[in-house]
Each structure stands twice: as C-alpha cells, then as structure tokens.
C-alpha cells in the first residue's frame, strides 16, 4: 500500500503541474502522513541531509566549467577539427556530429549543453546541405545522451551521492561504455546516409587539419587532465571539478582569448541558477530517500521481483525494462534521486556491483532524455532546429533503437564494463 500512496501521490502532484522538486515533496509529505509520523522538523532534516553532500560541490563546479568551454571558444574548436577530419566524407556531417559530441562530452558532462552547442552549430549546416534535417536533428539529440555516460559526469555524482558509490569508479567505468554508443551512431548514421545524394565541403588540405588540430590541443587535453588525475588519485572527482573550472577558465581567457573578465559574472550566474534547481531537487529528493527506507518501499519491490531475484540476468533486463519506463516519464536527475534508493537495496542483495548497474542505469535514464513526453534533449533540438516534436520523434527512432541495443548489449555482457574498469583502475 505505501507504494500506491508513494506513486499515487508522486504523478497526482505532478498532474497538476507542480513542478517535479514540490511533488516530490508532497509525496513525501503524503507518505509520512499515512504512516502516521507527520512532522515538519523531519521534512527539513531531510532535505539538509540529501544536499549536504561534499561530492555534491562537484556539480556547480562541473557547470561552471561548461560554461566556460562554450563561451571561451572551446567547443567551437572541437567541432571544427572533427569538420577538418571527416566533413568531407558521404554524410561526413552526420560524422562530425558524432565525433565532436565524444569530445565535448568529455568535457562537460551535460546533455542539453552539448546538444544546445552541436545543433545551434550543425543543424544549419546541415539543412543547407540537403540532409534530412529530422534525422539530423535526431543524430544530433542522440549524441548529446552521450554526455552523461562519458566523465565528468553529472548524473554518475548524483547516482554515486544517493547510493553511496565510488564516483571515481563510476567515472572510469562509463569510458569504454560511452564510446560503444558513439560507434552505434556512426553505423547507424553510415547505413542510413549511403545512398543519399548529399553536397559534402571540399577535402581540407592536410596542413589546414593539423593546424586545427594543434588549435583544439587545450580543450582536448582537459578529459586527459581529469582522467589522468583520477586514475592516478591526485585529485577527487570533486576537486577534478575544480581544475576544469579553471583550467576552462585559463584557457578561454588567456589562451584562446575568447573569454573576458566582463564576462565572468554572468557566466557564473547562469551555472548558479543550473545548480540551485539541481540542489532543490536534491534536497527534496532527501526526504523522499528517507521515508522510502523508512516505509521498506525496497523489501516490497524485492518481493515483487521474487521470480527472478535468482537469475541475474533477468533480474537485470527487468529493472532496466522498469527504468526506461520511468525515464520516459521522468526528467534525468529526479529519475536518479527517485529510483536509486529504492534499486540499491535490491542490486545489493543480488550480489549485483553497483558500479556496473550504476553505468548501465545512467546510460539508461540518458536514452530517457530522447523519449517522449519529457524527452528534454529533443525539445532542445527542436527549439534550435525549429522543427516539431512528431517530425524529430520519426528522425531520431533508428539511433534511439541504436542506444537501445548498446545497452542491452552490456547487459548480456558484463564484461564490457567491467573489465575496461578492472584496467583503468589497476596501478
């Protein structure tokens, strides 16, 4: 009964519109007064303890990072280099998506930034070519997913907060994952554009490639700064989110000198209102966390996944199947503070390791941001690209079942995540 009043209470809220922090709450509030222990000194305890986090300093740090690459030049270089490599091949575009949205996902960490950046970018070029600009714009949504899987990672730091991870793991972890659904997009892409008649730029002249390579040399470096760093133990994933800050920062202002002091106080500003409704999510998300221990919400959903609690491999296809339905529903981040206490219990006592679920469940509520009703990413596309959301839906169904396949393709295979991790972490 207490989820039917958890889940009941959740969507109602939502129904009529409260935004997803306050119905979390209401829930909330709706659960502890049916188990009888109303008390608004627990809601504000709660909610302190679900954000005072010290891994949580990490994800306004990771934003203002962001921001900084964007408006210092850096993404800009990054897809003019994959332009240089591969435009000029059939669909070489589409290529250039792809490519350049690996890069720039190892730099923020956000989907709707990096998918804001390649379309506002690609898409014109793109339309002016003759592509279909619907399965462009869908290329393009399905890239920027790739954000989350790839460190530095936003959605890894929350996962690793509520359910008590290594951060640091996680990261390692979704490399190799992350570049497998940048690879399915290429094929996808490649079999679909083949017989297309495309006008595609001149070859650029090899000199030219190696010098926009050298020029995008400080953004890429970066991931090799942060990765490097983590596998080392020089810093935390916290204090990584530190150096990109500066490091961006640096780089905007005195080397590509796109970047002014002036500035400065916006882009600080923008990164601070991201990450206030981050934090509020969090934090009403603590409350939430609380009563679903509380309540034993985890041992009932044990219960209902009884027949297959033996079989790690069912059990794993049926909570991914379970996560992709919430995900449709769901934005990204409340989907992780909502689900991740009432999962880790069971994953626990299936001997299942949390890292490797954590990959796959990421990868899973990123394929959430490409699916409607939120589908958060292809509104942005559609927002900058101009087109309908139907229209968009038809373009991105063959790299959405892409990203599908991949991850159910670690689902079989465990070994894809875990042994990358095994070598990453070995000293």
């Known amino acids: 009964m207490t989820i039917v009043i958890f889940v009941g209470s959740l969507l109602g809220a939502m129904a009529l519109g409260l935004p997803i922090a306050f119905a979390l709450i209401v829930s909330g509030l709706a659960l502890m ?9 627990i809601v504000v305890q709660s909610m302190w303890d679900g954000a005072n986090s010290f891994p949580l300093l990490a994800v306004p740090f990771f934003m203002l990072a962001g921001e900084f690459m964007n ?4 993404s800009r270089r990054i897809i003019a280099m994959a332009m240089a490599w591969v435009g000029h091949l059939r669909g070489g575009l589409g290529f250039v998506a792809v490519f350049a949205a690996i890069l720039m996902a190892s730099l923020s960490g956000s989907a709707v930034a990096d998918t804001a950046a390649l379309a506002s970018i690609l898409l014109p070029m793109m339309r002016q ?3 279909d600009i619907h399965r462009s714009g869908g290329l393009i949504a ?3 997913i790739i954000a989350p899987v790839i460190p530095p990672s936003i959605g890894m730091i929350l996962y690793g907060v509520a359910g008590q991870v290594s951060i640091t793991k996680l990261f390692l972890a979704g490399i190799v994952p992350g570049i497998m659904m940048g690879v399915a997009l290429l094929i996808t892409w490649w079999w679909l554009a083949r017989r297309e008649i495309l006008t ?6 090899l000199r ?3 010098r926009l390579t050298a020029d995008a040399f400080w953004a890429m470096l970066l991931p090799v700064v942060i990765i490097g760093g983590l596998k080392t133990g020089v810093f935390t994933p916290t204090e990584a989110a530190v150096v990109a800050a500066v490091y961006a920062m640096f780089v905007g202002l005195v080397i590509y000198r796109e970047l002014r002091i002036a500035d400065l106080y916006g882009l600080m500003l923008s990164a601070a209102k991201t990450t206030a409704v981050v934090m509020f999510l969090v934090a009403a998300a603590g409350i939430s966390a609380w009563l679903i221990t509380a ?9 209902l996944l009884a027949p297959v609690m033996d079989n790690r491999l069912l059990l794993m296809l049926a909570l991914m199947v379970i996560v992709l339905i919430v995900g449709t529903a769901l934005d990204f981040a409340p989907t992780i503070l909502l689900m991740v206490p009432v999962l880790m219990p069971i994953i626990k006592q299936a001997g299942i390791d949390p890292v490797y679920f954590g990959v796959l469940f990421i990868m899973n509520n990123a394929i959430g941001l490409i699916t409607p009703p939120v589908g958060t990413v292809l509104n942005v596309v559609c927002g900058v690209g101009r087109m309908s959301m139907s229209n968009l839906m038809k373009g991105v169904g063959p790299f959405l079942l892409a990203q599908t396949a991949v991850l159910f393709l670690l689902v079989l295979f465990p070994e894809l995540v875990m042994a990358p991790l095994a070598w990453f972490t070995a000293r």
């Open 129 to 131: 070519a003759g592509y």
């Open 71 to 74: 408006a210092g030049g850096m």
């Open 208 to 210: 030219e490639r190696l």
């Open 33 to 41: 007064a049916f188990m009888g222990m109303l008390d608004p000194q």
């Open 200 to 205: 595609t730029p001149p070859k650029v002249p």
């Open 295 to 303: 309540s034993n919400i985890p041992a009932q959903l044990a219960d």
């Open 142 to 144: 399905a890239g920027g």
